[in-house]
């Protein structure tokens, strides 16, 4: 499978805390995105980082790329309950052309 | 509204009977692709396409097919279903391919009996 691969699968935290969450791929990219989706919803695009960065904000979000280790990070501080949401990662890797390669997801529920 | 849209949003279909699915973006972007969400297993792209005329398989194309006659519209359309295709698929677009924002459509979801 092309597929990437994130953790944990799910995560649960009080609202406040911080919540990380990991993405891994197998070969090298040109970028990397990550998006939320609500129940079933469309996704929406969260942050895109390239190769060549090693860390973005946006607002609460915090994005780190390791390309040594072929793995990304979310970090969403001071998580609110409507954090509430799937979360995936994207990359293009150059093995595979045009195509978007999304990971399994991370199921974050923030209970207030 | 800069938007994707997707028709229908709900389908429930028989084995064998030919349907489309319609997906159509107003932002004037040149790459659309299809994926299907699958309880555990994330998004898959089915198809994308670079351009007008120009398209090519995602991972999981075995029992589909697109066309792309103009910029806007990328039907998805399944010849001949079969109850694994029953799943939730969205399309997307972004301006110029995979590395750049992506755009999704609010689903649509298919079952077929």
């Known amino acids: 499978s092309q597929q990437g691969e994130e953790d944990p699968q799910a995560l649960s935290i009080q609202e406040g805390e911080n919540a990380t969450m990991n993405c891994s791929y197998k070969?090298?990219?040109?970028?990397l995105q990550w998006y939320r989706q609500n129940s079933g919803r469309g996704l929406v695009h969260l942050i895109l980082?390239?190769?060549?960065?090693r860390e973005k904000h946006s607002g609460r979000l915090r994005v780190t790329l390791d390309t040594s280790k072929k793995s990304s990070s979310l970090l969403i501080t001071a998580s609110r309950a409507a954090d509430t949401a799937s979360y995936f990662c994207?990359?293009?890797?150059?093995?595979?052309?045009?195509?978007?390669?999304f990971g399994a997801g991370t199921i974050l529920r923030v209970k207030s | 509204e800069a938007q994707v849209t997707q028709n229908p949003r709900y389908l429930i279909t028989v084995t064998g009977k030919k349907l489309t699915v319609t997906c159509s973006q107003n932002?004037?972007?040149?790459?659309m692709s299809w994926y299907r969400q699958d309880p555990g297993l994330g998004l898959r792209q089915i198809y994308y396409?670079?351009?007008?005329?120009?398209?090519d398989k995602g991972d999981v194309p075995e029992g589909y097919k697109v066309s792309r006659k103009e910029k806007r519209n990328f039907p998805l359309i399944l010849e001949s279903p079969s109850p694994n295709q029953t799943s939730l698929y969205f399309c997307?677009?972004?301006?110029?391919?995979?590395?750049?924002?992506?755009?999704f459509g609010p689903g649509t979801r298919l079952t077929v009996t």
């Open positions: 396409s670079m351009n007008v005329e120009v398209t």
């Open positions: 980082i390239r190769s060549n960065e």
């Open positions: 994207a990359t293009d890797e150059m093995e595979y052309g045009n195509k978007l390669v």
């Open positions: 997307a677009s972004s301006l110029l391919g995979p590395g750049y924002e992506q755009y």
């Open positions: 932002m004037n972007h040149e790459y």
């Open positions: 070969t090298s990219i040109n970028n």
